[in-house]
């Protein structure tokens, strides 16, 4: 089994920075990409940012470019997000995420770590 384990969420004021990483233990797998999603109260969960394995390419929605950042380590098979310039509409559960192909979705969830942003 497979498990993805959050840290670094927390309260923080507008303006400010957060760092979440998410380390996998359990069974190895191969991970095509791994990245972040984030659910905000009476809100649908949605995308954040991934990053792709192999290469290290990433992708982020619109809201978030320029103010977050993914990275991966490939010795420690740990992603980490960046959050600066932090913002109140910023406020979720953010979960690391996990896919082991290019298709469907995301095969592998973490608990979630909470973030809020007070303004």
């Known amino acids: 089994q497979v498990q993805l384990v959050e840290s670094g969420g927390g309260l923080v004021q507008a303006g400010g920075s957060l760092r979440l990483s998410c380390a996998a233990s359990?069974?190895?797998?191969?991970?095509?990409?791994m990245g972040w999603s984030r659910q905000a109260p009476g809100k649908e969960r949605e995308f954040v940012a991934r990053?792709?394995?192999?290469?290290?390419?990433?992708d982020y929605t619109d809201s978030v470019k320029g103010r977050f950042t993914v990275s991966r380590d490939t010795a420690t098979n740990t992603v980490t997000l960046q959050m600066n310039s932090l913002k109140p509409e910023d406020t979720a559960v953010y979960y690391c995420v996990a896919k082991i192909s290019p298709y469907g979705q995301y095969d592998y969830w973490g608990q979630g770590t909470q973030v809020t942003v007070s303004s």
């Open positions: 359990g069974r190895t797998f191969s991970r095509y990409a």
């Open positions: 990053i792709i394995w192999s290469g290290g390419s990433t």
